[in-house]
């Protein structure tokens, strides 16, 4: 069997320093030794550790991947050459800088649909960039490095979970009985509810429950014998285009499985009824009653 073939992907930076001996550029590696040396020092100072040598070498591990990812940022072309042409004119800081952006704005993002206060204490999410930069940037400099890619699938990754925050604070701020602020957040779970109570009709958002609401939901609907389509419908037009996409997939996956909605016309209890809505809602029901 033959060997598998194992394509090489350094850093960028690496890739651009390679080229430095051929480059004509008087004190180019002199100068750009220098940035390297300063992003380095910081790096070290902030993340690692300038006081012993696993420190700086870690430090020395992320600047490698800081400054690649922020030249994978600002080149418009697939080009070690341009890369060069970039860090000497201008410069390493600005490259790191631009990756460094990336991170940070990465980090700000929502990396799961449940939130809670510790979600926007600064002490966490310092920690959460700290890690980001870890697990992207960290890499020896000769060797294959997938950073960029592993940047774009955790970005693809969390920019469905800030969709789905997103359509669910929207929920909560129009809830009909008024606007939600807890701190604490199960996006699915407000989701889940809208798209249960909108089978009643009428557009109504209902984005927090309690038992009693929901006891006189089921009585309705099972009087009324609503067309659930015609409550989604509504439920989608009262929403703003730009969560309509999550909204639409929710509401597909609900039509076909949801235990809440395929029981409701039936001889069930209340309390299975309840529990089943617990399963979707989770901690965005009140329990107002035993």
């Keep these: 069997m033959l060997p598998a073939l194992v394509k090489e992907s350094l850093p960028r930076l690496t890739r651009a320093i390679k080229l430095l001996p051929g480059d004509d550029r008087e004190d180019a590696a002199v100068i750009l030794a220098e940035e390297l040396s300063g ?15 696993e420190g700086i070498q870690k430090a020395v591990n992320l600047t490698v991947g800081g400054v690649s990812l ?8 697939d080009s070690d050459e341009l890369a060069l042409d970039f860090l000497v004119e201008q410069g390493a800081e600005l490259a790191f800088q631009a990756g460094f952006r990336q991170l ?3 980090a700000a993002m929502p990396e799961d649909t449940l939130i809670g206060e510790y979600d926007s204490d ?44 997103r359509l669910a604070n929207w929920l909560r701020r129009h809830n009909a009985e008024g606007a939600i602020k807890d701190p604490d957040l199960n996006a699915e779970g407000v989701i889940a509810l809208a798209i249960i109570f909108a089978v009643e009709g009428g557009g109504r958002i209902v984005a927090r429950t309690g038992q009693k609401e929901f006891e006189r939901f089921v009585k309705a609907v099972r009087k009324a014998k609503p067309d659930y389509e ?16 999550v909204l639409l997939n929710r509401i597909d996956l609900y039509r076909k499985s949801c235990t809440v909605l395929q029981k409701l016309p039936g001889r069930f209890a209340m ?17 107002d009653y035993d």
């Design 230 to 245: 015609a409550g989604f419908e509504a439920l989608v037009a009262a929403v703003p285009e730009q969560h309509r996409p």
């Design 39 to 53: 992003i380095t020092a910081m790096v070290a100072d902030k993340f690692t550790n300038n006081r012993t040598a």
């Design 70 to 77: 922020g030249l994978e940022q600002v080149l418009t072309v």
């Design 271 to 287: 309390k299975t009824l309840w529990t089943e809505l617990e399963n979707y809602a989770g901690s965005e029901l009140d329990a």
């Design 104 to 106: 940070k704005e990465l």
């Design 122 to 165: 600064p002490m966490y999410a310092q920690r959460r960039l700290r890690d980001l930069f870890f697990d992207i940037c960290f890499t020896e400099p000769g060797a294959n490095w997938d950073g960029p890619a592993k940047y774009q699938t955790q970005l693809k990754q969390r920019q469905e979970v800030q969709a789905v925050v």
